[in-house]
């Protein structure tokens, strides 16, 4: 590289990691969010335990009453992952619009460096034509659907298993609070896949918007590379 590469390189790679390290942080406004969904559910399967007898640290409810919790519960569950996806959903898609203008701005900043440029806004079209760029057919807003209801459907059958017997009331809670870690985990993984496409992609735009003729990549030869 000459000298003029090696500073694009230098600053370019900084910039990045700055970008991805701000806007990674955003998964805990969706982790407080998550909180109050467990809590939410937590508290629901506290009043079934004080409401019904228990015999053996099983519940002892009838099949009535079974049929009535366990819609209760289902349509309790499809409210607060509703609520999650469409919150989660307008955090997101902040936080990648802000990524991909930041990440277009940094590479505008770099290249006027070097020569005479001005700065142009970059339009709304092109932020949403980066941040919803398809993985595999999907959309980061269709994956987070996907995700929540997965895990809402876990969630239905640990509350089934309780109603019925299978889970004692001292493990419901558990499993319950299991389930909402992977629930955090699936959120925290795709907010930060999505934060690197909308990187990459942003870079793509930018270089196809200035008619850049050739790329230079760097890249960490690991066993994922």
């Known amino acids: 590289m000459n000298n ?5 390189h230098d600053i370019k790679l900084a910039l990045t990691n700055e970008i991805y390290e ?3 942080k955003q998964i805990d406004e969706v982790a407080k969010i998550q909180k109050k969904s467990k809590q939410t559910i937590l508290d629901e399967i506290a009043m079934i335990i004080l409401e019904y007898n228990v015999t053996n640290e099983v519940m002892d409810i009838s099949i009535q009453d079974k049929a009535k919790l366990k819609k209760q519960m289902n349509e309790l569950i499809n409210d607060v992952f509703k609520g999650e996806y469409e919150s989660e959903k307008d955090i997101i898609t902040n936080t990648l619009n802000n990524v991909a203008k930041d990440s277009y701005y940094s590479s505008s900043y770099i290249y006027g460096l070097g020569v005479s440029y001005e700065l142009k806004p970059v339009k709304q079209n092109i932020l949403n034509k980066i941040i919803n760029k398809k993985i595999d057919g999907k ?3 269709s994956r987070i659907w996907k995700n929540k209801n997965q895990v809402a459907k876990m969630l239905k059958k640990e509350v089934n298993d309780f109603l019925n ?3 004692d009331i001292n493990s419901i809670s558990k499993n319950i609070k299991y389930r909402f ?3 955090y985990n699936i959120s ?3 907010v930060r896949t999505e934060i690197a496409k909308v990187q990459c992609e942003a870079n793509e735009v930018w270089a196809k918007e200035h008619n850049i003729k050739k790329q230079l990549f760097c890249a960490t030869l690991d066993r994922r590379t």
Not at 4 to 8: G, I, S
């Open 139 to 141: 959309t980061y807003s």
């Open 22 to 24: 701000k806007y990674s």
């Open 181 to 183: 870690d992977v629930n």
């Open 165 to 167: 017997g299978k889970t």
């Open 188 to 190: 925290d993984r795709l």
């Open 4 to 8: 003029y590469q090696q500073l694009f």
